[in-house]
């Protein structure tokens, strides 16, 4: 199962780098995409986005865009810290007004937001991702943050069943199907600068 996936992570990376996609060292990255901002973008025409109050964002590249327009558009962003090595932090819009682009950032994350142990209730969730498929199957960049950061948000009881959990990626990250384990957290919704897919 491991080499399975390692074998797609490798295949994206390469397939990303050799298009001019993604910068060429993406690999062992969540890679940021061309028209990572448009993806972002689309996702706020979304219903889903629209009655989202609180929306936690993974600290990859990609979804720079996405944590910026959580903040311009008045909503409270939730961000881990990369690699989980300084927990959760929270920002409020109201604290960061005028500075959105800047706080977006993980410097600026720091910056502009607290860290906090206990994780209110959150509306949606966007992950960044090296591979999707549409039976919502998702694969990170292989030490298991994007798993962690959810299953996390589940055991707190911040997000349920139905709370949207998304990844923005480009139409080449999209593949027939990733091979699931149990740890594995699956996504049900997948945003690309061309489209939206419920899985």
Not at 2 to 25: A, C, H, Q, T, V
Not at 70 to 93: E, H, R
Not at 96 to 103: K, L, P, R, T
Not at 152 to 169: A, C, D, H, Y
Request: charged residues 30%; neutral net charge.
């Amino acid at each position: 199962m491991k080499f399975e996936k390692d074998s797609i992570r490798l295949m994206i990376w390469n397939i990303l780098s050799e298009k001019g996609i993604s910068y060429p060292d993406c690999k062992g990255r969540i890679p940021d995409f061309k028209g990572s901002d448009i993806a972002a973008d689309r996702l706020k025409l979304t219903n889903e986005w629209k009655s989202s109050k609180t929306i936690f964002v993974s600290p990859d590249t990609a979804q720079i865009k996405v944590r910026e327009n959580v903040l311009t558009d008045g909503k409270i962003l939730i961000m881990a810290s990369p690699k989980m090595l300084n927990g959760f932090l929270i920002l409020n819009p109201s604290d960061v007004s005028g500075n959105e682009i800047e706080a977006s950032t993980i410097n600026g994350a720091f910056k502009y937001g607290k860290r906090i142990d206990t994780l209110p209730n959150v509306d949606m969730v966007v992950e960044g991702s090296v591979a999707v498929d549409k039976y919502g199957g998702r694969l990170g960049k292989g030490r298991g943050y994007g798993d962690m950061e959810i299953d996390i948000l589940m055991k707190q009881g911040s997000i349920g069943e139905n709370t949207p959990i998304v990844s923005t990626v480009h139409e080449l990250q999209i593949i027939d199907k990733i091979p699931m384990e149990k740890h594995d957290e699956n996504i049900n919704m997948i945003v690309t600068p061309e489209r939206i897919m419920r899985t």
